[in-house]
Each structure stands twice: as structure tokens, then as C-alpha cells.
């Protein structure tokens, strides 16, 4: 395939879903990752797309709000891993918080046989795939529906909150660094956020590693207010480093036939 053709499709990709990945476009080509790298770089600098860790995103990226349909076709393998090691600091009769996203679903579905649990959550999704889950009690926040990602937000879904308190928190965004956390290009979803992660006396925060070392247009939760970190072994070394450097917990799921985890604090 010529280049020209080639970069044709990579820029149909990213216009199409906001975000592209250099793995799957080398499968989805037919070329190597080198290849796809090479042509990610000089279509950066034509202002094609944005080059990032791992992909590349729509030029205005960093205000973008991908689609649950555009964050359900990355990193799939890893979101998978990440939630299976995340089920591991899930504890019989814990109440726990779980905020929208696609790895935050991952672990919803991994929940349903839990022998006791309380879940809140303002995710549509969550909430459905715990409906069959004999042991879990659901509650659902109000708020209004955003339809972008099947979830609830908003002042209401954060006064519905605010006078709760669980275990832990399980909450996603679109770019995590050490420098400044969690953040996501929309600020009434960064507020919604907010107030889940406020509702938790551990926050975790799980985020495969398209999101490690970018960021996005709002804070969402400041590195200070996460206790641990759920990554793959993807993630870039020296962002991971600054993390733990950073006083953060650190686990680093491994895609495969098993998981394993790698803990470290500062």
C-alpha cells in the first residue's frame, strides 16, 4: 500500500473515532508499527492529527470527549487486565464507587458473582451489568444523562453523593500524569467525577496506557487525592517512575493468561 493511501485511512480513522492506537492501525494496514509511527509523526506535522504516546488523536484533541464507542475499541486487552486486577482489592462487603467509563465496566461485569457488595454509580452501563448480580446492592446517583459516555451528571448527581461514604472509588478520565492526575476534556464530567472520588476514603484510579502521560483539558482529581494506580505494562517507564515518585501506589497489570501485579509506593 503507498503511503499516500495509507495515511488516507489513518486520518478516515481518526476523524471517525477521535483516537487511534499504532498497534491496531498496523494490524488494521496490514503494515509494521515503525511503519504507522513514521506516518503518525509526519502527519503531525502537516497538523493531520496530534501525535500521542501509543496513537494519535483528532487535532483538537485535548477538548475532545471520546465516545464510549471510541474508548470501547482501545486497548481492549488491557482495560480487561487492568479490571481483573482491580477485582483483587475488592473485599466481601465492601461499598465501593464506580464512576463511567470502559474499564470501570470491565470491572462491573467481573463483580456480578461478588458474595456481598454495595456499588454506587452514575454509569448506565454499570448499573446494567450488575442488574443480574444476586448479592449487589446498586445505587444509582441521579443527575442528568450524558449521553457520550451512558452516564448520569451533573448538580444533582453530585448532592446524591455527597452525603455518602464508601471504601473505595474505581473512577476512569482520558489522561493521567504525575504532575497534575486525572483529567478529562469535559468540565461538568471532571466536577461529576470529582464528587465520586470525594465519596471514597481510597481512590483509585484505572487507566490503561493510551491515557498515562497525556493530558486533557480539566482536572478531575489532582495526583494527591489518588491512593493507587491500576496501569498495564504498556505505560510508559519514565511517566510510571514519576508516579511513584510521586508517593502513588502503583499496579501494573500484565496482558496474558494471567495477571500480574507490581507494587511500589515512594
Do not use: W
Not at 470527549?65 to 473485599?91: N, T
Not at 480539566?218 to 504498556?234: E, F, G, N
Request: proline share 4%; hydrophobic share 45%.
Amino acid at each position: 500500500m503507498l503511503a499516500a493511501e495509507r495515511r488516507r485511512l489513518i486520518v478516515e480513522s481518526v476523524r471517525a473515532r477521535g483516537v487511534v492506537s499504532v498497534a491496531e492501525m498496523a494490524e488494521a494496514l496490514g503494515t509494521t508499527e515503525i511503519t504507522v509511527r513514521r506516518d503518525l509523526h509526519a502527519m503531525d506535522k502537516d497538523g493531520l492529527l496530534v501525535r500521542t504516546h501509543g496513537g494519535a488523536i483528532r487535532p483538537s484533541g485535548v477538548g475532545h470527549e471520546p465516545s464510549y464507542s471510541e474508548k470501547a475499541q482501545q486497548a481492549a486487552a488491557e482495560k480487561a487486565a487492568i479490571a481483573r486486577l482491580a477485582l483483587e482489592m475488592v473485599r466481601p462487603g465492601d461499598s465501593i464507587v464506580l464512576g463511567p467509563g470502559t474499564t470501570t465496566l470491565a470491572l462491573a461485569r467481573l463483580l456480578v458473582h461478588s458474595p456481598e457488595l454495595t456499588v454506587v454509580t452514575n454509569s448506565l452501563l454499570v448499573a446494567q451489568a450488575l442488574m443480574d448480580a444476586p448479592r449487589v446492592e446498586v445505587i444509582l446517583t441521579g443527575g442528568t444523562l450524558r449521553r457520550s459516555i451512558h452516564a448520569l451528571v451533573g448538580p444533582a448527581t453530585e448532592e446524591s453523593v455527597r452525603a455518602l461514604r464508601a471504601s473505595q472509588a474505581f473512577i476512569s478520565g482520558n489522561g493521567f500524569t504525575a504532575a497534575r492526575g486525572l483529567s478529562t476534556p469535559s468540565p461538568v464530567v471532571a466536577a461529576t467525577d470529582r464528587a465520586l472520588a470525594g465519596a471514597a476514603q481510597h481512590v483509585v484510579v484505572l487507566a490503561d496506557y493510551t491515557k498515562i502521560g497525556e493530558e486533557t483539558m480539566c482536572l478531575t482529581v489532582p495526583a494527591a487525592r489518588v491512593h493507587t494506580l491500576i496501569t498495564d505494562s504498556k505505560a510508559p517507564a519514565a511517566e510510571v517512575e514519576a508516579i511513584r515518585a510521586a508517593g502513588l501506589e502503583v499496579l501494573v497489570a500484565e496482558v496474558g493468561d494471567y495477571v500480574e501485579s507490581k507494587r511500589a509506593t515512594a
